[in-house]
Structures are given as structure tokens and as C-alpha cells.
């Protein structure tokens, strides 16, 4: 079975649907309140699963409601959540999200239990963790290692070394974006950034030249997704796949990478090709915005593979 591994965020996600996103001091009335399950790194836990791979989700949640909440969640979807820590003291991660009427979207987050992984915690759930290969290993697990930016940075650096110590291929997205660390780019990560991270990471506006800025940073190829033009892949120097997305309704762009993200990594650890992961992820984003929420839009692999077909 694809092994994956996530080591990354969980939120609750308090959406509010308005006509238009506010401006800076404005207010805007929205009508329909909704809370749903998030956070990127536990959304990419769920896509991951519901798309065919086996994963185990390393993080933390706060000891109250919310955090028991989260953790059902996950588990109802199959996903191995040994690793998680809960936190006591601390509140389970909360986003703060406007979604407006053409799908558009602003978070803030209140990073709470996110805030308390550390290097030991990760290292510590990882090595108990059973899908996680947790046996001391040989450095020849396989599988697929995805983390992001929603955790402090010596989480992110810990589970990106435990990854190639054991033979994993490492997948990261850095969102929110921040700088990269050398120690971390040395690793050579496949970086998945969004056209904006990509800018700010790289200072390139042109999302073709900050790919290949990427991609030549860690000598690894870079992806960077595109919202509805689909996303591009770099594999260093001028080699730039561009890889369209299907036209679709949008109704809700919140986690849309979080999908793609998801469904590259179980694409990887079926180890097929990069390029046919990309198409794949491509693919399940654009089918998951039709739907309302973080993760309710997430498609199951039926459906991508019908997508795929119909292109
Ligand atoms: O990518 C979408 C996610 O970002 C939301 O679920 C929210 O929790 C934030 O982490």
C-alpha cells in the first residue's frame, strides 16, 4: 500500500461566507456562519487517504473539544493519528476564514497547539508511530514524508531529515510562506508552493522564473500550483512543464492545495511519475473547490481518474 506521512497542522476553521473580501479596517456582513474541520497539514492527511494511500498524521491538538473533535475526524477517514500529541493547557489550532462569492478566500490562524511541536516531538512520534516505519529503520522505508509551514520551523527541519534518514521522499509545503532555511533546502525537497508563496519565497513575481528559482535552490524539481491555470513543474534550468487544470464551477477555493498537496504525495508512493502525480493532484484541486469547506470537496480517486480520462 502508498505509505504517507504528514507531519503538519490541525485547525478548526470558522468560515464566513460574504459577497466580497474586506479591505484593510473594513468591516463586511456575511449571512451563512459554518465550521468545519482544517488545517493544511491534516487536510492533506485526508485528501492522501481518501485517495487510496495508507497515512499516519504526526502533530498536536489542544485537550478540549475541538482537539477530541479533530482527532475523530482524522480516524474517521482511516488516518493512523498514534502520533499526535495532545497538549494540555494549550487550545487546539483555529482558523479565522472569509470565503467570497467567486470562491476567493483570507485565513488567519491562531496556531495554538500547531505552535507547540517541536524537533523532540517529532522525532519521538515518528518513531512510535507503526505506518510511520518507526522500527529504527534502515533507511530504506520508502514512501512519501509531506510537511509544511503551519509548524515551527525545527519540527519542519526534524521530520524533513527523519525523511531522507529513512530513504523517504520528501514533499514540503511551505505555507504559509517564510524564509527557507539552508539546512532545510539542502535536504532537496520537492517545495510545493502556491504562485504567491512562490513570489515571496523567491522575490520573483513571474511564477515560471520563481519555480526554476526553486527548483535551482535545492537541485530537486519544484511545483508550483496555479490555482485555476493549474500548476507548473521545473525540474531546473528552462525544463517547465505546464500542466493546465479542467475548467470547473468554483465555489470554494479554501483547500484546494491542501488537495493537490494530498493527492501528490499518495500519487508519489504508488511511485509514479512526477509529472503524472502533478496531473493527478491538478486534477482532485479542481474537483475539490466545487464543494463548500476544506475538506468536504476532497474527491475520491474514482472520480479523479474520471476527470483524467475526460481531458
Ligand atoms: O489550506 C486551508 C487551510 O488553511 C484551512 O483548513 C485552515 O485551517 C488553514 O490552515
Known amino acids: ?21 474586506p479591505g484593510a479596517g473594513e468591516t463586511v456582513i456575511g449571512r451563512d456562519y459554518a465550521r468545519h474541520h482544517g488545517g493544511k497539514g491534516a487536510n492533506q492527511a485526508i485528501a492522501a487517504a481518501r485517495l487510496g494511500a495508507s497515512v499516519a498524521f504526526v502533530g498536536a491538538v489542544g485537550d478540549d473539544d475541538l482537539g477530541r473533535a479533530a482527532l475523530a475526524a482524522l480516524e474517521a477517514e482511516g488516518v493512523d ?44 512520534s515518528l518513531g512510535s508511530s507503526a505506518s510511520a516505519g518507526g522500527d529504527g529503520g534502515d533507511g530504506g522505508d520508502g514512501g512519501v514524508l509531506l510537511t509544511g509551514f503551519e509548524l515551527p520551523g525545527d519540527a519542519v527541519l526534524a521530520a524533513a531529515r527523519a525523511a531522507v534518514e529513512r530513504g523517504m521522499t520528501l514533499v514540503i509545503n511551505p505555507a504559509p510562506a517564510r524564509p527557507l532555511p539552508g539546512e532545510l533546502v539542502a535536504l532537496g525537497p520537492l517545495l510545493v508552493p502556491n504562485e504567491h508563496e ?28 496555479l490555482g485555476a491555470a493549474g500548476a507548473l513543474l ?5 525544463q517547465i512543464e505546464r500542466l493546465p487544470a479542467p475548467a470547473v464551477d468554483a465555489v470554494d477555493t479554501t483547500g484546494a ?6 493527492a ?19 486534477a482532485a484541486a479542481s474537483l475539490s473547490v ?21 481531458a
Open 81 to 124: 493519528v498514534g502520533g499526535v500529541s495532545v497538549v494540555a493547557g494549550v487550545p487546539t489550532g483555529v482558523a479565522l476564514i472569509v470565503v467570497d462569492a467567486s470562491g476567493e478566500n483570507q485565513i488567519a490562524v491562531a496556531s495554538g497547539a500547531n505552535a507547540a511541536v517541536d524537533a523532540a516531538n517529532v522525532k519521538r
Open 198 to 225: 512562490a513570489a515571496t519565497l523567491t522575490g520573483r513575481a513571474d511564477p515560471a522564473e520563481a519555480c526554476a528559482v526553486l527548483a535551482g535552490l535545492t537541485g530537486a524539481p519544484a511545483i508550483v500550483t
Open 264 to 282: 501528490l504525495a499518495a500519487e508519489l508512493a504508488t511511485r509514479s511519475s512526477l509529472a503524472g502525480a502533478a496531473r493527478f493532484a491538478v
Open 234 to 238: 521545473c525540474r531546473g534550468g528552462d
Open 290 to 310: 466545487t464543494v463548500a469547506g476544506a475538506r468536504e470537496g476532497i474527491p475520491p480517486r474514482d472520480q479523479v481518474e474520471a476527470m483524467l480520462r475526460s
Open 257 to 262: 492545495g491542501d488537495t493537490f498537496m494530498g
Open 1 to 21: 500500500v502508498a505509505r504517507v506521512v504528514v507531519v503538519g497542522s490541525v485547525n478548526v476553521d470558522l468560515v464566513v461566507r460574504v459577497e466580497r473580501l
